[in-house]
């Protein structure tokens, strides 16, 4: 009985020192971020400007601060972002088998990198065309006015929401990996995946058809392409059991 106290605390000892440096790095990581932030600001705006006659406005003194704080917050949490997966793994470790330990790995480091690329897609594709699609309404009675964090809560909303919805392919293949459901099962639900993916991102982006249509066509595209991983993956894994079969079999008939 003790010693089975023992373990428990020891794992709420290990969560709680994981927990500690993952906001460690996210605090170390956040006091260059909060300096860089005004530049990196200044950087992006003019980047989703980039073609327009329009100038963003702040109302409040202390508008343009908060931004800042908030932009310092996002960089801070995607430069970490492969930290924390990395301590997660580390965690979970112990309690892996070996062939596990090397798909955890290889899910840590692509679920990194799709992170990373969902950020890069929404602040270089999606942003400017939101932008511009939102200042092609203005005629010579109708004037836009852009807030600064209107403007910037929707950019870092959307880019985290890209972000997150771009590791679908780790989840799809995840599912059918640990047989938690089957490929072939996943790829005739087309349409319902279709409807979750639609309310998914209707509650990750703003009221918006657009903004939902724009977030849910790459996450489409991007399940197909799990789906597509995972069917090789099986194939090469049934080729595998099969030859493990016939060889069982040659060695049984050959005693």
């Not at 972000?163 to 989840?171: E, G, H, S, W, Y």
């Not at 639609?198 to 789906?227: H, K, N």
Request: a neutral charge; proline letters at 5%; glycine letters at 2%.
């Amino acid at each position: 009985m003790e010693d089975k106290d023992e373990s428990i605390i020891s794992h709420i000892e290990a969560f709680r020192s994981m927990l500690l440096k993952c906001f460690k790095a996210f605090g170390i990581i956040l006091i260059p971020m909060f300096f860089a932030a005004p530049y990196m600001l200044n950087i992006f705006l003019k980047f989703i400007l980039k073609g327009t006659k329009i100038s963003l406005n702040y109302f409040s003194p202390i508008e343009v601060f908060v931004i800042q704080i908030k932009t310092a917050m996002f960089m801070a949490l995607v430069l970490s972002f492969p930290y924390i997966l990395k301590q997660i793994y580390n965690f979970l470790l112990p309690a892996l088998y070996d062939n596990e330990k090397k798909f955890i790995a290889s899910t840590v480091f692509i679920s990194s990198i799709l992170f990373i690329l969902g950020s890069i897609f929404c602040i270089f594709v999606i942003l400017p065309w939101v932008i511009n699609f939102a200042i092609s309404f203005s005629s010579t009675n109708i004037t836009p006015v852009l807030g600064i964090t209107n403007v910037l809560n929707l950019s870092l909303w959307l880019t985290l929401a890209f972000a997150l919805m771009f590791q679908l392919p780790v989840v799809v293949y995840y599912l059918i990996k640990a047989d938690i459901i089957t490929y072939e099962s996943l790829s005739t639900k087309r349409p319902y995946v279709v409807v979750i993916l639609l309310i998914i991102a209707a509650i990750l982006t703003p009221p918006d058809v657009v903004s939902q249509i724009l977030l849910f066509i790459p996450t489409y595209f991007l399940f197909e392409i799990g789906l597509l991983f995972s069917r090789r993956i099986k194939k090469q894994s049934d080729n595998h059991d099969k030859q493990e079969f016939l060889n069982e079999t040659e060695f049984n008939d050959g005693k």
